[in-house]
């Protein structure tokens, strides 16, 4: 959290400086200018402090979900929306709480995939594209659902009517929309 408020606090002192540069007289183009065959790469590390109350019970949680994932840029169009592949490179999950510890690293896995963090390990190496506006608008995704269901082939569920609700749900959940 400090972290962020240390960020957001930067962000503002750094667009004062530049809006107070120049009189305020040019207008600052901010733009995504992604270039047609390059890769580019991002982590995202999300720490949470979790604390919920179950039939009177007050339980915490402790939880980090990490994914690191590279952006290909397959083609730029002329009104500058590029075609993106995006690929899952490395995921960390960790808990602890009532029901125990759970860690899984993609970079130092276990010899055994806790069950807890399955789903999280099976997204690795796999991916979906997007369709990226120079505003950095997301304009279309494809290969979700496909994605969704490698995930369910990787974690062995079987094909018929507890797959298909599965499935449903994760589109529900974490489908195009």
Do not use: H
Not at 72 to 87: L, R, T
Request: hydrophobic letters at 40%; proline letters at 3%.
């Amino acid at each position: 959290m400090k972290r962020t408020v240390f960020i957001l606090v930067t962000l503002v002192l750094l667009a004062g400086l530049l809006l107070s540069c120049g009189g305020g007289r040019n207008k600052l183009d901010l733009k995504l200018r992604l270039q047609q065959g390059k890769s580019y790469g991002t982590k995202m590390v999300a720490d949470q402090d979790i604390t919920q109350t179950i039939q009177g019970q007050t339980q915490g949680i402790q939880q980090t979900i990490g994914m690191a994932y590279t952006y290909d840029v397959q083609n730029v169009e002329s009104s500058g929306n590029a075609q993106v592949n995006v690929s899952y490179d490395w995921i960390q999950y960790k808990q602890d709480g009532p029901m125990g510890e759970v860690a899984y690293d993609s970079s130092n896995p276990p010899a055994t995939i806790p069950d807890a963090a399955l789903g999280y390990a099976a997204l690795l190496g796999k991916g979906f594209s997007m369709t990226v506006t120079p505003l950095g608008d997301v304009a279309d995704l494809q290969g979700i659902d496909a994605l969704l269901s490698d995930i369910l082939d990787t974690l062995n569920v079987p094909a018929g009517s507890t797959r298909d609700a599965l499935l449903e749900s994760l589109q529900a959940q974490f489908g195009a929309q």
